[in-house]
């Protein structure tokens, strides 16, 4: 039965394959396909976090990172809830 999803065929080196397989033990996964996606996704969610996280910095001033700094881990944390309700 034909598939809408896309393929990707990866060759990939003997110590990422090791990596790989490593990773599948650690999170009880049965096939390469299946961590090979975990993985792909993980990465592309950290990139647009990533470049949230830049966006935010970079649309302030020094003096309102640096108040953030000073106040500490709560207006870090109410600056990240601002951020990903925005996003």
């Known amino acids: 039965m034909p598939s809408t999803k ?3 065929n990866l060759t990939i080196p003997d110590e990422v394959y090791e990596r790989l ?3 599948k033990a650690k999170y009880g996964l049965s096939n390469d396909a299946t961590a090979c996606l975990q ?3 993980q990465q592309l969610n ?3 976090r990533t470049e949230l ?3 935010y910095i970079s649309k302030n001033s020094v003096e ?3 108040q953030m700094s000073f106040e ?3 207006a870090l944390k109410d600056a990240q809830l601002d951020l990903f309700h925005k996003g």
Request: glycine share 10%; charged share 15%.
């Open 6 to 8: 896309k393929r990707v």
């Open 21 to 23: 397989q490593a990773y």
């Open 39 to 41: 993985l792909i996704v």
């Open 46 to 48: 950290g990139l647009d």
């Open 53 to 55: 996280v830049f966006n």
């Open 64 to 66: 309102a990172l640096s």
């Open 72 to 74: 500490g881990f709560s």
